[in-house]
């Protein structure tokens, strides 16, 4: 059995600026079939078939989950990255599903998808949010192969290569979003 772990890392670490705002990533859910820890693979006839002896660390979305929050940290653009249940009030909230990671060798490209959800938390407490924008951040990596084979190692590579391609996309939208008030 071998097992892969799921960390793109986000090139270059920057330094919030003072007064940045806090952001809270919800638990990313994980679409049908992405709640399985193997590496799925795309068939040439459109079959989704899942290696269960190459499998990731972890089930992909709580590693996807883990990859989002440490690349939104090292973004510089917020203050905190908080998980729920953080006693930290937030001004943005991030919700996510984990919707495509899987290699497709007829392709030559590993693929990964988020659809994201952001919204304004309200500072009254009231628990009412204002949304702020809802997008598909994709990301698509090529794929080495030897001969007509996939490795294993080469498809979680990919993956990888691909979510931090997606997790890149998430920042930007982010970045071009209505900035949320701030409370001092």
């Given at each position: 059995m071998q097992r892969?772990?799921?960390?793109?890392?986000?090139p270059q670490r920057a330094t919030?600026?003072?007064?940045?705002p806090v952001l809270l990533?919800?638990?990313l859910r994980a679409a049908p079939g992405l709640d399985v820890r193997g590496l799925r693979l795309l068939g040439a006839d459109?079959?989704?078939t899942t290696e269960y002896w190459q499998e990731w660390a972890?089930?992909?979305?709580?590693?996807a989950e883990e990859a989002l929050r440490r690349w939104l940290a090292a973004s510089g653009r917020f203050s905190a990255v908080t998980l729920p249940g953080?006693?930290?009030?937030?001004?943005?909230?991030l919700e996510a599903e984990l919707i495509r990671l899987q290699a497709e060798p007829g392709s030559g490209l590993?693929?990964?998808?988020?659809?994201?959800l952001a919204l304004a938390e309200a500072q009254s407490g009231s628990g009412e949010a204002r949304i702020l924008g809802q997008f598909l951040a994709e990301g698509a990596a090529p794929l080495a192969r030897q001969g007509s084979k996939v490795r294993a190692a080469d498809a979680a590579t990919a993956m990888s290569a691909a979510l931090?391609?997606?997790?890149?996309?998430v920042e930007q939208r982010l970045a071009g979003l209505p900035a949320p008030r701030r409370v001092a």
């Open positions: 892969f772990a799921l960390a793109p890392e986000r919030p600026a003072r007064g940045a990533v919800r638990t459109g079959q989704i972890a089930p992909p979305a709580d590693l953080s006693r930290l009030r937030s001004d943005l909230v590993g693929r990964a998808a988020l659809s994201v931090g391609l997606a997790l890149a996309q």
